[in-house]
């Protein structure tokens, strides 16, 4: 097991959605990429992390950019 800083995940996150965001989304499609990006990162490094704290870090994260964008689910 690779032990990786959990800081870097949102880095991460934010990458791969810009690589595959473009101009003109309504802030419900972009929420919908990062939610995207988050399970890729989770089912391809979860075990990459202390049980569960990947998955925390992940909900906590989505719900901030869910407020940020202003997106209600």
Do not use: T
């Not at 800083?5 to 989304?25: C, N, T, W, Y």
């Not at 990062?34 to 391809?44: F, H, K, N």
């Not at 490094?45 to 901030?64: A, C, N, T, V």
């Amino acid at each position: 097991m690779i032990i990786r800083k959990i800081s870097e995940v949102g880095s991460r996150l934010e990458k791969a959605v810009m690589v595959v965001s473009q101009d003109g989304l309504s802030p419900q499609e972009m929420y919908n990429l990062y939610e995207q990006a988050a399970i890729q990162i989770l089912d391809s490094e979860f075990d990459d992390y202390p049980e569960g704290e990947l998955e925390r870090y992940l909900m906590s994260y989505l719900k901030r950019k869910r407020n940020k964008l202003g997106v209600d689910l």
